[in-house]
């Protein structure tokens, strides 16, 4: 049991690990959990430290608020098991929580204002309206056939035009960027850009925590 959860912690924090020294705040313990459950799942290390270090959770209010950030602060619930781990004099929780197959999993604040978060390396981001528009579209019934038509054709123009870019060089736009770009209506093309990545189409990635896009 001790060489296990030494293990992990050895891993240090990453995409599907993260450490909390202790749980002060339901709330924000829910952004881990819907990081999680929208990206490739992962595990909360409760009562250790941000350099690794045991401290151990110190009370059941602590765990009660565990339970409260998975079924009360994130909607839909997300699916989490608990571990409880007894160390050198100290208790560590585990919480697993898988992806969901239920996506978008948001997280609620005390104002009831949700957010879907994103796990990317070690870091929780809100994520952009172009992934809850794939995360839904996963969720629909309907075929996923491709259709290529004259919106299309603007957005992917649009996303190729870059006179201050070196030839042949990738160019990355933010999603206001391409909204200007085409002219095309914003919801449009978060419509557009989603149905294009879940084709291999364009590319995301995170540039100073903002998210940017590219053809393929």
Known sequence: MRSYLLSLISEGEHQQQDFKYRVADAVKLARSVSAFANTDGGRLLI???DDGHLSGVRSEEEIYMM?????RYCRPEAS???DTYHVDGRTIVVATVPRSDRRPVYALDDEGQRRAYIRIADENIVASPVH???????QSPRGAAFTYGEADQRLMAAMTIAPDAPAGQTVWLRLNQIVRRSRLPRPKVITLLARLVRFGLVSWRLEEHQFVFALN
């Open 80 to 82: 989490i098991k608990f």
């Open 132 to 138: 809850i528009k794939i995360w839904r579209d996963e």
């Open 67 to 71: 339970h409260q950030a998975a079924y």
């Open 47 to 49: 009562g250790v430290r």
